[in-house]
């Protein structure tokens, strides 16, 4: 990718409004102007587009000419109803939108509803209510006159929204279509994998309701890790950190906690951050988290992974390219441990259910062939769902485009803003994810529901052998909708309806 701009971020002053570190933009629109007949006929749906551009600007006086380019940028999602402009909430593309506008980029007759779609607006993910990005691309056509317009666009932006810099594309690029795969990253604290830290009423034990130990000490002092089969016993309460309300109660048997975690929830609960007990998450443990996220690899029915989704529809499947523990890594003195999954499209909280079974399996509340039992099955399995706090995506991949277009203008890659990336990373991402869970207790309190109480991960084998479906605790099967969670009432989103209704059919980032 050949960058026309790009945005500086210093931890000293956390990339807020108003400061911009880089020189002038390369490369005008005069002097690339004249590759617009190549693209068209290169793009096929080029020649469309242009034509379009040409009608629009002759109808306006004094229009300016506007250039199809993928602009790179990084949020902090916290405070934000997700990516995807929602009419009523307030989300990163509204923001983005109309700091854009304002900074001169966006004509005023493109600054209504109207303008997303004149303008061929597309991110390239819809990322989910409180999830971060450091590698969101957005496509639409701007115009690039003002030498200065990314230091303006930035000066127009909360600090937690930066716009790293932007390069001219075809005509047709997408920023949605033509990525072929995403990144996401997801960060817990490292002491949620400390054997020591599991009360034995969170173990899966065997079939006679006996608690079986994540460790056992062998006679030469070194651990094994060791699984029960069928059993758990009832966890303390506690309530889910996630989304508040945004996911519907479980999916067949048991019942999917789903309240907001703030400083209240955690000390109502009585649940504060754990003490150190020395624990060190090394190279073993890494293994043995990627062994167990590894089973997510391949082509899968994914429906027990997200919301609302049947087993039969064809979204439901999906191909996760690589999951992997990359190990630990410190935030303010304490360690942190990094989880990468790579796939081609993901389902409305897929990666959050995906780390949540995992972590269950992981920390011996769920049997070991949960993950394979909840792919491989058209039933619908209850499973726990991590809070959005530590999920943030990392990059979004373009490699068949830059092999057919990037000769073009370049090609589109996040390692061109590198620097500004891992700078926003240390400086506002990982610091705020850090001091959140730290004031809000958000992991401490969702760990306490990683049991069979909530989950009933010990009736998964037989609900999947037998198949049949798990019935709730009122004896009915299937899915409660709407009505009373065990924490409260179910939420609506801004859409009405039940929440996620209607939403999650076409969700493919």
Same mark, same amino acid.
């Given at each position: 990718? !050949? ?12 990339? =807020? ?70 009419? =009523?909430?307030? @989300? ?12 001169? =980029? ?40 003002? +030498? ?12 937690? &929204? $930066? ?25 817990? +604290? ?22 079986? +130990? ?54 109502? @609960? ?19 988290? @990627? ?41 303010? =003195? ?5 989880? &990468? ?124 052998? !037998?198949? !049949? ?9 299937? $899915? ?5 969670? $065990? ?23």
């Amino acid at each position: 990718m !050949t960058p026309i701009g790009e945005e500086g971020v210093t931890a000293t002053d956390g990339g =807020g409004p108003g400061d911009p570190t880089a020189g002038p933009q390369a490369g005008s629109p005069a002097q690339e102007g004249s590759v617009d007949a190549v693209e068209a006929e290169a793009t096929g749906a080029g020649s469309q587009e242009a034509g379009a551009g040409t009608a629009e600007s002759a109808s306006l006086p004094n229009a300016k000419k506007k250039r199809k380019v993928a602009l790179l940028m990084a949020y902090v999602g916290h405070g934000y109803a997700g990516m995807q402009r929602n009419p =009523g909430v307030r @989300t990163i593309e509204e923001d983005l939108f109309r700091a854009i506008h304002k900074a001169g =980029g966006i004509s005023h007759a493109n600054s209504d509803e109207a303008g997303f779609s004149k303008i061929h607006w597309m991110r390239a993910a819809r990322t989910d209510k409180g999830v971060s990005a450091v590698g969101q691309v957005v496509s639409l056509r701007m115009v690039l006159e003002d +030498p200065d317009i990314l230091a303006k666009i930035n000066a127009e932006l909360p600090a937690q &929204v $930066r716009v790293f810099g932007f390069g001219r594309a075809t005509h047709g690029f997408d920023a949605r279509k033509h990525c072929d795969k995403r990144r996401y990253e997801y960060i817990l +604290p490292a002491w949620a994998f400390d054997p020591a830290l599991v009360p034995p009423s969170s173990l899966l034990g065997e079939e006679d309701g006996e608690a079986v +130990p994540l460790l056992e000490t062998e006679e030469d002092g070194e651990a094994s890790t060791a699984l029960g089969d069928d059993e758990d016993a009832p966890a303390a309460g506690g309530d889910a950190a996630g989304d508040p309300g945004d996911a519907p109660p479980g999916t067949g048997g048991g019942v999917t906690p789903s309240v907001e975690a703030d400083g209240a929830l955690a000390a109502s @609960t009585g649940v504060s951050q754990p003490e150190d007990t020395g624990f060190i998450f090394d190279a073993a443990c890494a293994a043995r988290m @990627t062994s167990i996220l590894s089973a997510f690899e391949g082509t899968h029915n994914f429906h027990n992974f997200t919301v609302r989704v049947a087993a039969s529809a064809p979204n439901a499947r999906r191909y996760i390219l690589s999951f992997r523990c990359l190990g630990a890594f410190d935030i303010g =003195g304490k360690p942190w441990v990094r989880l &990468v999954v790579v796939g081609q499209s993901f389902m409305l909280h897929q990666i959050r259910k995906m780390v949540g079974l995992a972590m269950a399996i992981y920390r011996g509340a769920a049997p070991a062939d949960a993950i394979s039992l909840a792919l491989h099955t058209r039933i619908g399995l209850s499973g726990p769902m991590a809070p959005e706090l530590g999920l943030f995506l990392d990059e979004c991949y373009y490699d068949s485009y830059n092999t057919q277009f990037g000769k073009l203008h370049g090609e589109i890659h996040l390692s061109d803003f590198q620097s500004h990336v891992d700078a926003f990373k240390a400086a506002q991402l990982y610091p705020h994810i850090a001091a959140q869970d730290e004031k809000e207790g958000v992991n401490a309190v969702w760990f306490t529901t990683l049991t069979d109480r909530y989950y009933r991960f010990r009736g998964w084998r037989r609900a999947v052998t !037998t198949n !049949t479906p798990m019935r709730r605790e009122d004896g009915k099967r299937g $899915r409660p909708e709407g009505g009373q969670t $065990r924490f409260g009432r179910a939420k609506t989103d801004a859409r009405g309806g039940g929440v996620g209704a209607g939403f999650n059919a076409e969700y493919s980032d």
